[in-house]
């Protein structure tokens, strides 16, 4: 039996698991420059380490 590695790139379905949004908002998150998409032969990746961070809470200004 093969150990898995993980990777740390998810491909479009991992990150739209990851992230549990549709992919209308993924690809909308993409076009204002909140995820960067990765092109990868002919498939988009992305890193998880990025999605962690656009998910992270921002400060409001006070």
């Known amino acids: 039996m093969k150990a ?3 990777s740390p790139y998810l491909n479009t379905a991992e990150a739209l698991s990851y992230l549990k ?30 999605l962690d961070a656009a998910l992270r809470p921002v400060k409001p200004l006070t």
């Open 21 to 50: 949004v549709c992919r209308k908002t993924l690809h909308n998150w993409i076009g204002k420059g909140i995820i960067t998409a990765y092109k990868i032969g002919n498939t988009n990746r992305f890193k998880r380490t990025e």
């Open 4 to 6: 898995q590695i993980e």
